[in-house]
């Protein structure tokens, strides 16, 4: 809602597509809500899934869009393979560093199944998404070490000794960069037999 009331994001307008193929699209969001891009390339996509057996649809130009797995359950429900993908702001800190530099980027599958029993894949590349960092601080429930990075790059959930993580807005995410999946790699010795 911030961004809508910053102007940051169109109300109205459409998406376009830009580029397309039988199977393939490329679509200019216009800098309109994420929902409504997304919901226009899912659509674009299953039209395309079931007039040619694939149907892949890329944006620019958007928004923050939402949960990435409602995406590909939306596809799967048509009977099709489902999958959704965004990158984000740096809210990441690769393994070792001591700054954030890459994105949560989600990732979501999600296949249909005998009977109703789906498959669905709905991962961040972090070691907790930034959505369920932001339900534990809401909730004021303790931040488990491996989910946040100090100023010297060491694990540290405890948010007064986290590092503040690049911010467009002011108070938009809480502090502390992510670790990556993986975040353990921080704790096995380097080369040498030292930890970080």
């Not at 596809?75 to 530099?101: D, H």
Request: net charge positive; hydrophobic share 35%; proline share 8%.
């Amino acid at each position: 809602m911030e961004d809508i009331q910053n102007k940051l994001t169109k109300l109205d307008g459409t998406p376009e597509i830009v580029n397309e193929t039988a199977a393939c699209a490329l679509v200019n969001g216009n800098n309109l809500f994420g929902p409504v891009v997304g919901n226009f390339c899912t659509e674009l996509a299953i039209k395309k899934a079931k007039e040619t057996g694939i149907g892949w649809v890329v944006a620019n130009h958007s928004n923050h869009y939402g949960i990435a797995g409602y995406y590909s359950m939306k596809i799967c429900k048509e009977g099709l393979l489902g999958m959704s993908f965004t990158n984000t702001s740096p809210y990441q800190v690769p393994t070792r560093a001591k700054q954030n530099a890459l994105g949560t980027n989600p990732i979501t599958l999600a296949a249909p199944g005998h009977n109703g029993d789906d498959f669905v894949l709905d991962m961040a590349t972090t070691t907790a998404a930034l959505g369920k960092v932001e339900i534990y601080e809401r909730e004021k429930l303790p931040i488990p070490e491996t989910w946040g990075v100090n100023k010297n790059g060491v694990l540290c959930g405890h948010q007064s000794r986290r590092v503040r993580p690049w911010i467009p807005r002011q108070n938009e995410r809480p502090d502390g960069p992510l670790p990556r999946s993986g975040a353990s790699s921080w704790l096995r010795p380097r080369a040498g037999g030292r930890r970080p």
